[in-house]
C-alpha cells in the first residue's frame, strides 16, 4: 500500500491541493477574497442578473443595465461556465468553475500526451500530471479559464482525426465549443487549423479532407453554440463601440519594447508566471539544442524539431501582440479584410501560456531520457544518473507549481485569501481590499430595497462599481460591456459630460474606449474603488442629471455624500449602512 502510494506520489500532492483549497473556500466562503478587476465587476454581476430576470435561455428580450440591452450580448447559455451560474450559487459557480479548469487541463494534456507519446505516456505519467496541473494552475481571466485550459483537448482531437477520423471524433470537435469562446479563441484555432491544412497538404503532397471537414464541423460547432453572437455579428446593423474604439498607434520602438515584454512576461488576462523559471529553462535548452544541431551541421534537425515550433510560435504571438499597436499595420490588415475592423487579431497571444508550459514540458521530458541535454553520453546507460535526471524533471515540475501558487497576481485569489486570512486570524490585521461577500453586500442592498419599495426604476452607482448594483438586481443606465451600441454611449456621455470636460484623462478613456460607462468624478481619476477605505478630494458630482432623468434615472446609490446634492436638483433619501458591510451608501433620488 505505501509502495503503491509512493509511485503516485505526484497524485497525493495534488489531492492534497484539492482537499487544502477545497477546505479554504469551504471555511471561509464568501469571506474569499476574489479579485474584482475584469471578473466581479464584469461576468459575475452578469450572470447573476442573468439568474436574477431569469433571462439564461430567454429570447428578444432586454436585460436592464445600460438602459436595456439585448439578452443576446451576454455569454452564451451553451456554455459550461454560463451552466455553472445557471445551476449553482453564485460563489459556489466560481469556485467551482477554477478547480474544475485545473480538472479540464490536466485531462486534456493527459489524453494529448498519450496520443504524442502513445506507450511512453507511462514513463511520464508523473511530468504529465505535474505540468498538467501546472497549466491548469494558472491564474488567468477567470470566465475564460476553462477555454485556456481545454486548448490541449482541440489538438487532441484534431491529431485523432487527422490520423483516424471517426464519426465520434466529429460529434466531439463540434460539441468543443461548450468549452471555449470565439472571440477569444475559436477564431484563432480556426485560423491555426487553415492553416494546418495547408502546410500538411504541402508536406504530404496531398490534402487532408479529414482536417479539412473538421475545420467545417469545428466553425459549424461555434456557430451552434454561439448563436448568439454570430446573430448579432451577421444579422445586426447596430453601430457598436467597437467601430469608434481608438487603438494605441506606437512607435517602432514603443512596438518593439511591448513584444519583448510580452514575450517575457504575459499579458495581464493570460499570466503564465513563466518569468521566473519555465522561460530562463526554455531558453538555456534552446540554445543548447541549437548550438548542437549546428556544431553536428544538422540544419535540417533545427527546423523539424518540435521544440523550435513551439519556440517559434511563442515568438510570433509576442509580435502579433506588439504590432498590433502599430497604426500602419493594423490599417493594412483591416483594408484587406474588412472584417477584422475592430476585432483584436493580437489574442493569439492568449495560446502563450499553452505554448510556454508545452516547451517546458518537452525540457523536461528530454531531461527524463538525458537526451539531447549537456550530459556526457555515457549518462544514458547509467541508472544512478538516470535517476537523477528524472528528480531534477521532477523537481523543476514541483518548483513551477509552487511560483505558479505562490507569486501574487491580478486573479490569484487562492493566494490572496490565503495571505489576507493569515494575516487576519494571526495578527488581527484586517485587509483593506473586499472579500467577494462584502464587495456585493447582498444584505445591506436588500435592506435599501425593501425601504424604498424599489420597483425596478433606473439607478446609476458612483464610487461604487454599477456591477454592485447589477448583482442585487437594481436596474443600472451604467455598466461593463465591450460591446453595445454606439448611440446608447453617446446618450449617456450626455449624462457625464461636466465630468469630462473636467478630466482629459476620463474623456479619453470613455471616448476613445467607452466600455466602461461609469459615473466619472470631475476631479479625481476615478472614485470607483473595491476596496474598504475611499479616498476623493471633492465632494461634488460633476452630472447633468436633466439627462440622467431623460434616460429614465431616478436613483444614484452613492458611496460618497454629495457636497452639491441639492444644486442638482437631487434629495438624499437615506444614508445606509450595515456592520457586515464596508459600504454606507448615500442614496439619492431625483
Not at 471524433?169 to 487553415?194: E, K
Request: one cysteine or more; glycine letters at 8%; a positive charge.
Amino acid at each position: 500500500m505505501i509502495k503503491r502510494v509512493l509511485n503516485y506520489w505526484y497524485l497525493v500532492l495534488i489531492g492534497a491541493f484539492f482537499v487544502v483549497s477545497i477546505g479554504v473556500y469551504a471555511c471561509f466562503g464568501e469571506e474569499s477574497y476574489i479579485a474584482v478587476h475584469d471578473n466581479l465587476d464584469l461576468f459575475v454581476a452578469q450572470f447573476q442578473m442573468l439568474k436574477n430576470t431569469g433571462s439564461f435561455f430567454a429570447h428578444n428580450v432586454e436585460v436592464p443595465f445600460l438602459g436595456g440591452i439585448s439578452r443576446d450580448n451576454l455569454p452564451s447559455e451553451l456554455s459550461l461556465y454560463t451552466v455553472l451560474f445557471m445551476c449553482l450559487p453564485s460563489f459556489a459557480a466560481y469556485i467551482t468553475g477554477y478547480f474544475l479548469k485545473i480538472v479540464i487541463a490536466m485531462v486534456s494534456v493527459w489524453l494529448l500526451a498519450g496520443d504524442w507519446y502513445a506507450e511512453k505516456r507511462k514513463e511520464y505519467r508523473s511530468l504529465i500530471a505535474l505540468l498538467g496541473f501546472a497549466y491548469g494552475a494558472l491564474n488567468m481571466f477567470p470566465a475564460f479559464g476553462i477555454s485556456f485550459t481545454s486548448i490541449p483537448l482541440v489538438i487532441y482531437l484534431l491529431r485523432r482525426i487527422y490520423k483516424k477520423p471517426s464519426v465520434w471524433l466529429y460529434l466531439a470537435l463540434f460539441c468543443y465549443p461548450f468549452l471555449s469562446y470565439f472571440s477569444y479563441f475559436g477564431f484563432f484555432i480556426l485560423a491555426y487549423l487553415t492553416v494546418a491544412v495547408i502546410w500538411l497538404a504541402v508536406r504530404d503532397k496531398k490534402l487532408s479532407k479529414a482536417l479539412l471537414l473538421a475545420l467545417f464541423v469545428l466553425g459549424a460547432g461555434y456557430v451552434a453554440f454561439e448563436y448568439r453572437l454570430f446573430g448579432i455579428m451577421l444579422f445586426s446593423d447596430t453601430e457598436t463601440i467597437r467601430s469608434t474604439m481608438v487603438e494605441a498607434d506606437l512607435t517602432a520602438g514603443e512596438v518593439l519594447r511591448q513584444i519583448g515584454d510580452v514575450w517575457k512576461n504575459g499579458m495581464f488576462h493570460a499570466e503564465s508566471v513563466h518569468g521566473k523559471l519555465v522561460l530562463p529553462v526554455c531558453i538555456l535548452y534552446f540554445i543548447y539544442l541549437n548550438g548542437k544541431y549546428m556544431k553536428d551541421k544538422n540544419w535540417r534537425g533545427i527546423f523539424h524539431d518540435s521544440y523550435n515550433l513551439l519556440i517559434f510560435v511563442i515568438l510570433f504571438n509576442s509580435i502579433i501582440y506588439g504590432i498590433y499597436n502599430w497604426g500602419g499595420f493594423r490599417r493594412l490588415v483591416e483594408t484587406l479584410l474588412p472584417p477584422l475592423k475592430g476585432f483584436q487579431f493580437n489574442r493569439t497571444v492568449f495560446f502563450s501560456p499553452f505554448l510556454w508550459y508545452a516547451s517546458f514540458f518537452i525540457v523536461l521530458q528530454r531531461l527524463y531520457d538525458c537526451r539531447s541535454l549537456p550530459f556526457p553520453g555515457k549518462i544514458k546507460g547509467n541508472d544512478v544518473m538516470k535517476r537523477l535526471a528524472s528528480s531534477l524533471a521532477n523537481g523543476l515540475a514541483l518548483t513551477s507549481i509552487a511560483i505558479i501558487l505562490l507569486t501574487p497576481g491580478r486573479y490569484n485569489d487562492w493566494y490572496a485569501t490565503c495571505k489576507n486570512k493569515t494575516l487576519e486570524l494571526a495578527k488581527g490585521k484586517v485587509a483593506d481590499d473586499m472579500s467577494y461577500g462584502e464587495f456585493y453586500s447582498t444584505e445591506l442592498f436588500a435592506e435599501i430595497k425593501e425601504d424604498i419599495g424599489y420597483g425596478g426604476e433606473w439607478a446609476a452607482a458612483y464610487g461604487i462599481h454599477p456591477a454592485v448594483l447589477e448583482y442585487n438586481g437594481i436596474a443600472t443606465l451604467d455598466g461593463y460591456l465591450g460591446f453595445y451600441s454606439q448611440q446608447y454611449k453617446e446618450k449617456f456621455r450626455k449624462v457625464i459630460a461636466p465630468a469630462l470636460e473636467r478630466v482629459e484623462a476620463s474623456r479619453i478613456y470613455y471616448d476613445d474606449w467607452g466600455a466602461r460607462v461609469y459615473v466619472y468624478s470631475g476631479t479625481d481619476a476615478s472614485v470607483v474603488s473595491a476596496t474598504k477605505t475611499i479616498h476623493v478630494t471633492d465632494y461634488d458630482l460633476y452630472m447633468d442629471t436633466e439627462a440622467f432623468e431623460k434616460l429614465g434615472g431616478k436613483y444614484i446609490f452613492s458611496r460618497i455624500e454629495l457636497g452639491n446634492a441639492k444644486a442638482l436638483g437631487l434629495t438624499l433619501v437615506k444614508a445606509y449602512e450595515q456592520e457586515k458591510s464596508p459600504y454606507i451608501i448615500y442614496l439619492y433620488e431625483k
